[in-house]
């Protein structure tokens, strides 16, 4: 290879190399406004949530029977949430007690098997 041909070469895979990083530009600056595009989308939506959440929130307040069915729901939801923590304090209750009792029955257990002939004998004589 002569002089000429490995400058030549090498002049060409430069120039290549200086076309990559613009059609990578190219691509994140296409990317870039898919972006801008995609989040005026998601912040129209997110507006168009909260008028809707303030057009319940009015209709809900406008509403006559609304007192009349809190006044019914509000004792339930208390009673939930009072069985909701018993529940959840007798489980931890048992989570803490369970090993314990485990180890008990399994303690039982081989005392009766390694003592079942003598037992035998005292229930059948």
Not at 34 to 39: I, T
Request: aromatic fraction near 6%.
């Amino acid at each position: 290879m002569s002089t000429y041909e490995f400058e030549s070469t090498v002049l060409a895979t430069l120039a290549d190399l200086k076309a990559e990083p613009a059609e990578t530009r190219a691509e994140v600056r296409g990317i870039t406004a898919r972006l801008d595009k995609v989040n005026g989308r998601v912040a129209d939506q997110e507006r168009h949530i909260g008028e809707m959440q303030i057009e319940l929130a009015e209709r809900s307040l406008a509403c006559p029977l609304v007192d009349a069915v809190e006044v019914r729901i509000r004792p339930l939801e208390e009673a939930l949430a009072a069985e909701r923590a018993s529940e959840k304090t007798s489980k931890t209750w048992l989570d803490r007690v369970g090993p314990f009792i485990w180890v008990a029955l399994g303690v039982f257990g081989f005392l009766v098997l390694e003592r079942a002939p003598q037992l035998a004998k005292a229930v059948f004589h």
